[in-house]
């Protein structure tokens, strides 16, 4: 029973994990979200766009990316869904998950605007879950 | 490793709760949706509209609300994403997730129509989960 | 305690059993789907239309919906939320959940093309969650 509880167990985690993160990063508190992925950690946001790599760069990486929203306010909101874990003999946990994206724009309803794969490797530092990889994949 | 167990449980249960809470609402089952909140509970799901107090407030707020459908047929579902919940010393679990609504009307495809994050305040009586205070804020 | 956890358990389970049945699904995996269902299965996709049976008439059924798919390439996407399970006491679990169906062609953004409910029982065999029927309504 016990490896059954540890899979329930992890499962929640790692939802609890993506709902804190991705919370982080609409709420526009980009330095708490950068520091959900860990120090040399490597995150390819966008097909065609050099991945960001150790915290400092994604955090850099981060402020470029929504310097484009300081002329067209929205509101966007990540929803991670349909997670896929495999925890690995060498201890990283392989998480795929789709992620949808809608903006809400002043005035308007909510747009969906972007439906992606996220291929994640989490691994725990201090007890607590973070990225060492991200790459989105744009349907 | 209890504690970690335990929160594994909570959250599962929590996302339980509001996949029947929601499903009750959206079957317009609005009797049993007003059950899932405490008597004394307080629900704001529109801003700039008085909160409904106390559970017959509730059920009243929520025939007004639906009386709007009788000459708009649509199926409307609440779609609750992204929790993040935290346990508080004394006992309530403060819970603040996204929720999509997406209505369909007949002949007609889905459509997104808002985008919102809830703010909860669960409590627990008899056993069973309850809202002691529900706080919507659109985007 | 063992029956809380028990249900937590349980509930990680089925909510990692959809997201790998349907990635299966979404990537065109079609045998690997059709193994999510048991030999005996039945799978009522589409209203009006005449329920699949069996493994095999699943995977006949599967690839002739998806023969339409050729002349209009896309990516479709599964999403299932709000999951709502019951256990019986005969072993079989009832689930009814929320699946938005996305899809995205090329060059264009993502579309909600579908809102349902889907009504599963879910059965153990070998250790591994399949499904004893699926019966979908369409919103």
Redesign the interface.
């Known amino acids: 029973m016990t490896s059954?509880?540890a899979?329930?167990?992890l499962?929640?985690?790692v939802?609890?994990f993506?709902?804190?993160q991705?919370?982080l990063l609409d709420a526009r508190k980009l330095e708490a979200y950068a520091d959900t992925f860990t120090a040399d950690a490597e995150f390819a946001h966008t097909p065609g766009r050099e991945p960001a790599r150790t915290r400092p760069g994604i955090l850099r990486d981060l402020h470029a990316v929504h310097e484009r929203f300081e002329g067209d306010p929205q509101?966007r909101?990540?929803?991670?869904?349909?997670?896929?874990?495999e925890p690995t003999p060498e201890g990283p946990i392989r998480s795929?998950?789709?992620a949808?994206i809608?903006t809400?724009r002043p005035g308007a309803?909510?747009?969906?605007?972007?439906?992606c794969v996220v291929h994640d490797v989490l691994v725990r530092e201090d007890g607590e879950l973070r990225n060492r990889s991200r790459q989105v994949e744009h349907?």
């Open positions: 059954t509880y899979h329930a167990d499962y929640a985690e939802q609890h993506y709902a804190r991705m919370q509101q909101r990540h929803l991670f869904t349909m997670i896929d874990i795929t998950c789709y949808l809608v809400t309803g909510p747009e969906l605007v972007r439906s349907d």
